[in-house]
Nanobody, 120 residues
Framework: QVQLEESGGGLVQAGGSLRLSCAAS????????IGWFRRAPGKEREFVAR????????YYADSVKGRFNISRDNVKNMVYLEMNRVTPADTAVYYC?????????????WGQGTQVTVSS
C-alpha cells in the first residue's frame, strides 16, 4: 500500500515561488501517474497537474499552465510541484495522489495535504 505525504507549503507573497514535494512510502511510484490537486476555501477540490510514471508526459490545468511545473525523481520516489508567479487565487491546500491510468477521476491514495497561502 503506497502512502503519499506532501510538504513544502507555507506563506508566500504574490509573484513569488514555492516548491511542493510529494514523498511516497510503501511502494515505488514508477508505475503510477502522480497528480497534484488543490482545494481552496469554500471550493471543491480541483486538478492542478499530473505527470506520468517515466516523467516525460505532463498535463496542467489552464489556470496554472506556464506558471507551475511538475517533475519527479523516481530514484528518490519523489514528485515536485514548482509554483511560480503565484497569485492569491493559488491559495489552497495542495494534495498529491496516484493513478494507474492518469484519468482525473481515478486518482486515489490522497495525502494529508500542505497549505499554501499567497498574500497580496
Amino acid at each position: 500500500q503506497v502512502q503519499l505525504e506532501e510538504s513544502g507549503g507555507g506563506l508566500v507573497q504574490a509573484g513569488g515561488s514555492l516548491r511542493l514535494s510529494c514523498a511516497a512510502s510503501g511502494r515505488t511510484l514508477t508505475s503510477y501517474f502522480i497528480g497534484w490537486f488543490r482545494r481552496a476555501p469554500g471550493k471543491e477540490r480541483e486538478f492542478v497537474a499530473r505527470i506520468n510514471g517515466e516523467g516525460f508526459n505532463t498535463y496542467y490545468a489552464d489556470s496554472v499552465k506556464g506558471r507551475f511545473n511538475i517533475s519527479r525523481d523516481n530514484v528518490k520516489n519523489m514528485v515536485y510541484l514548482e509554483m511560480n508567479r503565484v497569485t492569491p487565487a493559488d491559495t489552497a491546500v495542495y494534495y498529491c495522489a496516484r493513478s494507474l491510468s492518469g484519468f482525473i477521476r481515478t486518482f486515489d491514495s490522497w495525502g494529508q495535504g500542505t497549505q499554501v497561502t499567497v498574500s497580496s
